[in-house]
């Protein structure tokens, strides 16, 4: 509940947490193709469901913002993974990295991000 609340604090910038989650999602919209928006579903999938709509739109935010800072022309799964990891707290980097190797999916290029908080 505390953690709500601060995301509606506005910063410094005069935008809270959550306007710029807002912000990130309808500015990166156009960007999603099918295939990112099930990799996310997919990705998400371990949350428990009173909560996974909430995580998705955070981590959404985040990967949302990692393709528009790369200047990406649509969002592809590196984005997804990248922005999973920046959103989510390391504790469920487990989760993600046994999703990835079920998956098949390297995820050596991440070893820093996956490391680094």
Not at 17 to 39: G, I, P
Not at 57 to 69: D, Y
């Amino acid at each position: 509940m505390f953690r709500k609340f601060m995301k509606v604090l506005p910063k410094q910038d005069g935008m809270s947490k959550l306007d710029w989650q807002n912000h990130y999602v309808e500015a990166s919209r156009h960007l999603w193709t099918e295939d990112s928006k099930q990799f996310l579903n997919q990705l998400v999938q371990p949350v428990p469901g009173p909560f996974r709509d909430i995580a998705k739109h955070s981590i959404a935010a985040k990967i949302g913002q990692v393709a528009l800072e790369k200047n990406a022309r649509e969002v592809t799964r590196e984005h997804c993974i990248e922005g999973y990891i920046l959103a989510t707290p390391r504790r469920d980097y487990k989760a993600l990295i046994t999703f990835l190797e079920k998956q098949k999916i390297d995820y050596t290029p991440y070893y820093d991000l996956l490391h680094s908080k």
